[in-house]
Nanobody, 126 residues
Framework: EVQLVESGGGLVQPGGSLRLSCAAS????????MSWVRQAPGKGLEWVSY????????SYADSVKGRFTISRNSAKNTMWLQMNSLNPGDTAVYYC???????????????????WGQGTQVTVSS
């Protein structure tokens, strides 16, 4: 059974930090590129960050660059998103996503995702 389980979301004040986790099982985690994708209320899906399956190279949306850091550990089948300097525009449901043979272009488009998590809510408010 394939599972992607996000955790770590919650309510935080502007300027604060959160660390999201995505625990994967049921597939060969190390063979999949991984992304974080978010959806704000009433908005469409927005790609946030990508980490390559092998090299570990990363990429970020301009809106989060310099504030968010993505990482993964294949031995733990886990991916993380460290979010600093949060602002209300970051309020969204955050999903982890897995794509076999992914590259940056396909994951930014988020149209060929193989597996999705159920999401975790992040709310940034004073």
């Amino acid at each position: 059974e394939v599972q992607l389980v996000e955790s770590g979301g919650g309510l935080v004040q502007p300027g604060g930090s959160l660390r999201l986790s995505c625990a994967a099982s049921g597939f060969t985690f190390s063979s999949y590129g991984m992304s974080w994708v978010r959806q704000a209320p009433g908005k469409g899906l927005e790609w946030v960050s990508y980490i390559h399956s092998g090299s570990g190279s990363t990429s970020y949306a301009d809106s989060v660059k310099g504030r968010f850091t993505i990482s993964r550990n294949s031995a733990k089948n886990t991916m993380w998103l460290q979010m600093n300097s949060l602002n209300p525009g970051d309020t969204a449901v955050y999903y982890c996503a897995a794509e076999r043979d992914a590259d940056l272009t396909t994951m930014r488009a988020a149209k060929a995702i193989d597996y999705w998590g159920q999401g975790t809510q992040v709310t940034v408010s004073s």
